[in-house]
């Protein structure tokens, strides 16, 4: 099975950086995804390793170790309406489609 | 617009009234899924499809079934709904070899 685990809630000031951690256990790994979702609203896609290291994608990057089961999202130069939770996805061996999620990150973003 | 498409986005029902919840993607994918999400549990995944008449069960697939008739379409029937089923529901469509998957605006049931 799959065990996910993720800071229940992050607060961080506008324009710093903030690092949220992503820690996994699973029994094959095909894949980590993280997404973003504002309140009430559906997630949306940010990124998605599968190998080790650094994917940097503008303000936001996502890192990945596989031996240790870590990925991280760093979000630079935070801004108001970065604040959303943030969602963190392992994708089993052997399958394309099946995703497992951790509980998310609600990051708030203060002045 | 690309986009995936739920309906209802709001729905209030009485146990045991079964009930369609339709998702509809313009983008010709071929995976579709359909996920719940409950405060403190996060989002957890119902059923996946990965083409016409191809399903397979997520982690929590209970109560639920689904049908894939048609590429673009994967509803979500609850045979006999019960109020643990009280949630909001998201279905999601990806392209084969991509990673990227795009999800619905969310339909938000609740059972009494």
């Known amino acids: 099975g799959q065990n996910i685990d993720q800071p229940t809630e992050m607060t961080a000031t506008e324009g710093a950086i903030v690092q949220i951690n992503c820690t996994y256990q699973t029994s094959g790994f095909n894949g980590l995804f993280w997404y973003q979702q504002h309140a009430g609203e559906a997630p949306t896609f940010l990124s998605y390793?599968?190998?080790?290291g650094l994917e940097e994608k503008g303000r936001f990057s996502s890192f990945l170790s596989r031996s240790k089961g870590y990925s991280y999202l760093l979000l630079k130069e935070l801004q108001m309406k970065d604040s959303a939770s943030y969602l963190c996805a392992v994708r089993p061996t052997g399958t394309a489609s099946k995703l497992t999620f951790g509980t998310g990150t609600r990051l708030q973003v203060t002045l | 617009e690309a986009q995936v498409t739920q309906n209802p986005r709001y729905l209030i029902t009485v146990t045991g009234k079964k009930l369609t919840v339709t998702c509809s993607q313009n983008?010709?994918?071929?995976?579709m899924s359909w996920y719940r999400q409950d405060p403190g549990l996060g989002l957890r995944q119902i059923y996946y499809s990965m083409n016409v008449e191809v399903t397979d069960k997520g982690d929590v697939p209970e109560g639920y079934k689904v049908s894939r008739k048609e590429k673009r379409n994967f509803p979500l029937i609850l045979e006999s709904p019960s109020p643990n089923q009280t949630s909001l529901y998201f279905c999601a469509s990806r392209e084969i070899g991509e990673t990227e998957a795009f999800f619905g605006q969310g339909t938000r049931l609740t059972v009494v």
């Open positions: 390793n599968v190998l080790d």
């Open positions: 983008m010709n994918h071929e995976y």
